[in-house]
Structure formats: structure tokens, C-alpha cells
């Protein structure tokens, strides 16, 4: 079992260019969520996803997008980047919220800078 | 807005001593309460949790405990080790519309010295 990968590991972009970040994982869960980690801060939801072909908004989902065409990829645009997006990306899926096997599982990160 | 206050941002402890982080979270609905252990360059890492028909709970050198009517809990670790350096979070969640909504601590990183 990989678990939860994302592509890429690491990446620097420009201002006002694209890309994209790629997560799978293996685990047949439903659930799953993109995160930035910025420095001082705990983890800030920005999208999320409870199935295939479904995504909705976070906590800070200004500036990107998403889409979840197969239930085991959940995939993070951001389509003009911004210094302010400089920032490490998780990428998480879990089962059922709120029931006994409920456990969130991260994927190893992804360091975006925006110079 | 909902918040949960996580002290002390660093914590540093020589090894064999024990450690406590304590977390405080605003939403009295929040009734799920995890603890992330991130290691340098990886991923946040699922150590324990409680829920909050529970006072507490233990797993080997990690115990939680959790007071409702305060809204704290707090992550407590035994007979320290090196390998028990690195960045936790705590967390406080809910049921929300279509999903389960989960606030952040800041973390604490906690350093073991050998």
C-alpha cells in the first residue's frame, strides 16, 4: 500500500503562472482534502471532496481549484500563482468522518514557491 | 471565528522526562479531538485521538485527556525518546455540511535531548 502520494515534491513558479498538484491515493476512501502549511500556522483547509465528482470549499479557497474525476485522485489547480501561495501543500483522504475506523491519511507534501 | 490555541510552540525536554502539550478549542461542538505527530519532511501522522464521550485515553507512552466543560485537552508523553522530536499538532472537529470540519493547533515542536 503506497497510501497517499502527491506529485510533485517540490516547485518554483512564477508569478502568474499555472500548475498543477497531483494526489492519489490507494485506500478506496471517499473523503479527500487539500491543505497549505504555512509557517506559525496549523494546517488550513482549502478544498475537499466527499466523492467522485463532487468538490466544496474550505477554510482558504481563494486562488485555487479542484477536481475529482476518478475517486482515487484529487487534483489542486492554482491557475495565476501569487507570492501569498508560497507554501507547503498536503494533500489527506479518510472514510467516513465521524465513524470508529475515521482517521485522516497525509500525503508527504508539497513545497510550492512563488517568486 | 472557531480557533484552537495550542501551547507551548516549543518544548524542549531531556530524555526519559515526560512532556505536555495543551491544546484549547473554541466550538463546543467539536466532539472529535486527534494528535498529529509531522516528522521533518513528511506528512502529519495520526498518534491518537479521543472523542468526547471519553476523558481519557492511553496508548502505551501517549495518553490524551480531554475536559468539555473547559474545552481543553491536552497530549501527555511518557518516558521520552529522541525519536519523539518532532512538530505536533493537536486538532478539534466536527460534523459539518457534507463532511467533517477540522481546525489546527499551530504546533508544538518538541525536541528530546539525548
Known amino acids: 500500500n503506497a497510501g497517499v502520494t502527491q506529485t510533485p515534491k517540490f516547485r518554483v513558479l512564477k508569478t502568474g503562472q499555472s500548475m498543477t498538484l497531483l494526489c492519489a491515493q490507494d485506500?478506496?476512501?471517499?473523503?479527500m482534502y487539500w491543505y497549505r502549511q504555512d509557517p506559525g500556522m496549523g494546517l488550513r483547509l482549502i478544498h475537499y471532496?466527499?466523492?467522485?465528482?463532487?468538490?466544496a470549499k474550505g477554510e482558504v479557497p481563494d486562488g485555487y481549484n479542484v477536481s475529482r474525476l476518478k475517486k482515487q485522485n484529487f487534483l489542486l489547480g492554482l491557475e495565476s500563482a501569487a507570492p501569498s501561495q508560497t507554501s507547503v501543500y498536503f494533500c489527506?483522504?479518510?472514510?467516513?468522518?465521524?465513524?470508529?475506523?475515521?482517521?485522516?491519511?497525509f500525503g508527504p507534501g508539497t513545497r510550492l514557491t512563488v517568486t | 471565528g472557531e480557533n484552537v490555541e495550542q501551547h507551548p510552540s516549543t518544548l524542549s525536554v531531556q530524555e526519559g522526562d515526560s512532556a505536555v502539550i495543551k491544546c484549547t478549542y473554541s466550538?463546543?461542538?467539536?466532539?472529535?479531538f486527534p494528535w498529529y505527530k509531522q516528522e521533518l519532511g513528511k506528512g502529519p501522522q495520526l498518534i491518537i485521538d479521543?472523542?468526547?464521550?471519553?476523558g481519557e485515553k492511553k496508548d502505551q507512552r501517549i495518553a490524551v485527556t480531554l475536559n468539555k466543560t473547559a474545552k481543553h485537552f491536552s497530549l501527555h508523553i511518557t518516558e521520552t525518546q529522541p525519536e519523539d522530536s518532532a512538530v505536533y499538532f493537536c486538532?478539534?472537529?466536527?460534523?459539518?455540511?457534507?463532511?467533517?470540519?477540522?481546525?489546527f493547533g499551530a504546533g508544538t515542536r518538541l525536541f528530546v535531548k539525548a
Open positions: 466550538d463546543s461542538a467539536s466532539n472529535y
Open positions: 489527506a483522504s479518510s472514510s467516513l468522518p465521524g465513524t470508529v475506523a475515521y482517521e485522516q491519511y
Open positions: 471532496s466527499v466523492g467522485e465528482g463532487t468538490t
Open positions: 485506500m478506496n476512501h471517499e473523503y
Open positions: 486538532a478539534a472537529s466536527k460534523g459539518w455540511a457534507g463532511g467533517f470540519k477540522t481546525i
Open positions: 479521543i472523542r468526547s464521550n471519553v
